[in-house]
T-cell receptor
Framework: DAGVTQSPTHLIKTRGQQVTLRCSPK?????VSWYQQALGQGPQFIFQ???????QRGNFPDRFSGHQFPNYSSELNVNALLLGDSALYLC??????????????FGPGTRLLVL | DQQVKQNSPSLSVQEGRISILNCDYT??????FLWYKKYPAEGPTFLIS?????DKNEDGRFTVFLNKSAKHLSLHIVPSQPGDSAVYFCAASGSQGNLIFGKGTKLSVKP
């Protein structure tokens, strides 16, 4: 049973570029959340997708957008990259919206470096 | 403004001794708290949780204590083992169903 997978594992971009990160949820899960973990910080909630719609959103600008596909996989898109977007991006999956938080499973993350 | 604070960036303990990791929060509306463990190159994994209606929850070597009046919780690991060496995150369940994390404490357990 595959857990949460993310691709790519590492990525280097330059300021102003756009990036797309991908996440496949754990088998049987239908909800995907994205978090940004900057160096020395804890993960920060970006947004959550369920039934192909953004359901909740944290305090992130519109440059951060996402998508969920019918197979429940998800993409995180960041436009007009800034140096401060350099971080580890974590994807977490769960079953349904109203769940205990401990049933969220995290992927290993994608490390993005913006130069 | 950090709503969940872990003021100790690192902690070093001897194998077999107790590890105590601390966490403070500012929002009295938080009613569910979790601890996650994170190894390098892996995502956080759930360790233990506690509801605000309890003041203690125990799972094997791990115990979480909650002091609501002080808005403080702590994670006790007894006895500590070298495999416990990792970054530990305290998190609160937000009103949107999201997790609000502290900055983490890096625990090193020395043999």
């Amino acid at each position: 049973d595959a857990g949460v997978t993310q691709s790519p594992t590492h990525l280097i971009k330059t300021r102003g570029q756009q990036v797309t990160l991908r996440c496949s949820p754990k088998s049987g899960h239908d909800t995907v959340s994205w978090y940004q973990q900057a160096l020395g910080q804890g993960p920060q909630f970006i947004f959550q997708y369920y039934e192909e719609e953004e359901r909740q959103r944290g305090n992130f600008p519109d440059r951060f957008s996402g998508h969920q596909f019918p197979n429940y996989s998800s993409e995180l898109n960041v436009n007009a990259l800034l140096l401060g977007d350099s971080a580890l991006y974590l994807c977490a999956s769960s079953l349904g919206l109203a769940v205990l938080q401990e049933t969220q499973y995290f992927g290993p993350g994608t490390r993005l470096l913006v130069l | 403004d950090q709503q969940v604070k872990q003021n100790s960036p690192s902690l070093s303990v001897q194998e077999g001794r107790i590890s105590i990791l601390n966490c403070d929060y500012t929002n009295s509306m938080f009613d569910y708290f979790l601890w996650y463990k994170k190894y390098p190159a892996e995502g956080p994994t759930f360790l233990i949780s506690i509801s605000s209606i309890k003041d203690k929850n125990e799972d094997g070597r791990f115990t979480v204590f909650l002091n609501k009046s002080a808005k403080h919780l702590s994670l006790h690991i007894v006895p500590s083992q070298p495999g416990d060496s990792a970054v530990y995150f305290c998190a609160a369940s937000g009103s949107q169903g999201n997790l609000i994390f502290g900055k983490g404490t890096k625990l090193s357990v020395k043999p």
